[in-house]
């Protein structure tokens, strides 16, 4: 389903509606209270965007969470600025004790130094100004695919499946070439 919503195009997956339905039906109220914290953590980074001088071009909202597009030209430090903007959020719930368990589980994910979480785009920025584009790519693209196998062996050894659907997402976007 698409749409336009103050001048930013919307995209939202049927299947983010098919797992939503399940997760009501099941009576999970945790998964909604993720996509609640999911939310407010791409709200920031909006808000920063656009204290910034910037803007917002497209959110996707699908199965694997939400995301948020911008073509504006900020400079490194905004950019970083616009990237830790929605870790703050979290992190100012989790300080406050506003579902702490969930929000620590947020920082924790976007902090991964795996591209394209927050972190991993970070630091893409830095290694970009200090080795060159070229070398930037194959370091993350390195890193990304190590720790995200890293990743992907620790939720299947200790069970933890909500991480095996964060890393199967990784590897796909890996794979794909998304770097």
Known sequence: MRFKLFNIDFEISYLFFAILSVALFCDNISFLIVILFSSLHELGHIVSLYLLGGRAD???????????????????????????????????????????DINCALIIANALPIYPLDMGRCLMLIFDKLLGVGKSYRIMYTVSALL????????????KYSLLFISLYLAFWLIRGNL
């Open 58 to 100: 497209k959110i996707t909202v699908s199965f694997y969470g939400i995301g948020l597009k911008h073509s504006s030209q900020l400079s490194s430090c905004r950019e970083i600025v616009f990237l830790m903007s929605g870790i703050a959020v979290n992190l100012v719930f989790a300080a406050f004790d506003v579902y702490r």
């Open 148 to 159: 995200t196998v890293l990743l992907l062996l620790y939720s299947l050894f200790y069970k």
